[in-house]
């Protein structure tokens, strides 16, 4: 069974850090695009870092470049978010995703475009 497991969310203080994991199994994930997406309650899923395979090539929504690092480390299986500088905007359900090898930077934030999907962890800030 494919399964993608994030892990790392709780409830923080705004201006602190947490750094989120995202576990796969079943199948490697070392030639696959990762990504972290979120979702707010009462909004859309929306992309937040993406990073490639070989190159680890990464992007970021604007609002999070230069407070967020995404990471990976393929021997693991494992996809990182570290996210700093945390504000009451970045509460939400985090989640980990798998896309294609080939997946164009400018599909990365299409969430249709990504096969595997993790369950979701939840980071909530407080001002």
């Known amino acids: 069974q494919v399964q993608l497991v994030e892990s790392g969310g709780g409830s923080v203080q705004a201006g602190s850090s947490l750094k989120l994991s995202c576990a796969g199994s079943?199948?490697?994930?070392?030639?696959?695009?990762m990504a972290w997406f979120r979702q707010a309650p009462g909004k859309e899923r929306e992309f937040v870092a993406a990073?490639?395979?070989?190159?680890?090539?990464?992007y970021y929504r604007e609002s999070v470049k230069g407070r967020f690092t995404i990471s990976r480390d393929n021997a693991k299986n494992t996809v990182f978010l570290q996210m700093n500088s945390l504000n009451s905007e970045d509460t939400a359900i985090y989640f980990c995703?798998?896309?294609?090898?080939?997946?164009?930077?400018?599909?990365?934030?299409?969430?249709?475009?990504?096969?595997?999907w993790g369950q979701g962890t939840q980071v909530t800030v407080s001002s």
């Open positions: 995703a798998a896309g294609r090898s080939s997946l164009s930077d400018v599909n990365f934030p299409n969430s249709g475009q990504y096969d595997y």
């Open positions: 079943g199948r490697s994930f070392i030639t696959n695009t």
């Open positions: 990073i490639t395979w070989g190159l680890l090539r990464t």
